[in-house]
């Protein structure tokens, strides 16, 4: 599976748009992006994923750039709530279990 | 709620004991894993299953073994615990085939003196 490049922390207002990022530049054709997010000392939480095109659901958006060699999580309006580490994972669907890495700490502040 | 629980959720033990952690699910789903956490380290893969006794290795298999005899139960034992594996463990499942999408349970937490 191909790896993730995250930026180890962000800072975002509350109320305002966070924007995750997320490079995956080996990335290959059948091979899908996964987020999920683990706020502090719960189970990680599954978010989203997508193929190539963006997808939307009632936590997030992922918008996957054409070339597919990177993505980024759109959180519309922070909460303090958002306040967790967020997990960019690329996989296939026929691979094994989900490799995490090190992933982003969201700061979400008043 | 993805019906998964795990116990114990805290425990504390000496060097060399046999521990076993139990992962129980509810909704028969054929995949479930076990990840271990770790300050500086992140989540990293102990072992999943794919049925009833179909099991694999994940990255940190070493000192660890799983059994799965019943479709919702998933035993993660240490053989004899070492200081080494004073983590937080958690346990996941997949519905259905799309193994992308885990579920996890609340993670137990595990001492060895």
């Known amino acids: 599976d191909a790896k993730t490049t995250q930026p180890t922390s962000m800072d975002c207002a509350e109320g305002r748009a966070a924007n995750l990022p997320c490079n995956h530049s080996?990335?290959?054709?059948?091979?899908?992006v996964y987020w999920y997010r683990q706020i502090h000392s719960q189970g990680p939480q599954y978010i989203i994923h997508?193929?190539?095109n963006n997808e939307t659901n009632e936590m997030a958006s992922l918008i996957i750039t054409e070339d597919r060699k990177s993505s980024t999580l759109i959180l519309p309006h922070a909460t303090l709530r958002d306040t967790a580490v967020y997990y960019c994972i690329v996989r296939n669907q026929a691979g094994t279990a989900l490799i995490f890495g090190k992933g982003t700490t969201l700061s979400v502040s008043s | 709620d993805a019906g998964i629980t795990q116990s114990p959720r805290h425990k504390v033990t000496e060097t060399g004991t046999p521990v076993t952690l139990r992962c129980h699910q509810t909704?028969?789903?054929?995949?479930m894993y076990w990840y271990r956490q770790d300050p500086g380290h992140g989540l990293r893969l102990i072992h999943y299953?794919?049925?009833?006794?179909?099991?694999d290795k994940g990255e940190v298999s070493d000192g660890y073994s799983v059994s799965r005899s019943k479709t919702e139960d998933f035993l993660l034992t240490l053989e004899s615990a070492t200081s080494s594996q004073t983590s937080v463990y958690f346990c996941?499942?997949?519905?259905?085939?799309?193994?992308?999408?885990?579920?996890f349970g609340e993670g137990s937490r595990l001492t060895v003196l």
């Open positions: 080996t990335i290959s054709g059948n091979e899908y």
């Open positions: 909704e028969n789903h054929r995949y």
């Open positions: 996941a499942i997949s519905r259905g085939e799309k193994t992308g999408e885990l579920f």
């Open positions: 997508g193929l190539k």
């Open positions: 299953s794919y049925g009833v006794k179909d099991t």
